[in-house]
């Protein structure tokens, strides 16, 4: 009995040796392969916009000075950087004012020029109407904006805690330089197309 038709006669043992193959190569799952996971070093542009009951409505900004405000409309100082420390924990950094978004441990927001991770961390929880919570990882309070009329470094104790974090628009590339329109051809030349170059000047027909 020859091998071909010895392998006709046992099919099962083929299928189980291909088995044991597709399970040697597919039976551990890829690490972090799921789109939805979170990678740490993932960095995203994003104007941080918050509103309330009252109608009050602010973009998140961390100044050059260190303090951290509401402003109406959106500014350099406004446009964050969120990067992905690890799954659900981010860092944002001001653009302009190259300041950490950090709070204290009384809830107090202010921009810090170096990273620390205890204050500086936050835990980012997506809601159903498309705003994010913000909760510091390690005192788990909200992040809140202070209100206009509460003193400077102060938090309002009841101020908005939810943020829409809205895109930010890259630098638009340098253009490249424009190619000028060719000039339109001379008809009473003798030479509409300037073949024959600068230096023949007119035709002696045209002479007077």
Partial sequence: MGWAE???????????????????CCGYPISDSSPLFQFGGQVRQRYLYTDDDQGTEAHLEIRA???VAGAAHRSPESLLELKALKPGIIQML???????????????????PHFDPEACSFR??????GYNVYLSEAHGL????????????VSAPRGPARF??????LPAPPEPPGILAPEPPDVDSSDPLSMLGPSQGRSPSFAS
């Fill in 124 to 129: 980012e929880l997506l809601l159903e109407d």
């Fill in 6 to 24: 010895q392998n006709l006669e046992h099919p099962g043992l083929w299928l189980l040796v291909l088995a044991g193959l597709l399970g040697s």
């Fill in 164 to 169: 829409l974090p809205l895109p930010g628009l």
């Fill in 142 to 153: 909200p992040l809140r904006l202070p209100s206009s009329s509460s003193p400077r470094g």
């Fill in 65 to 67: 000075d260190g303090t």
């Fill in 94 to 112: 001001g653009v302009k004012s190259a300041r950490f978004l950090c709070q204290r441990p009384d809830g107090v927001l202010y921009g810090s």
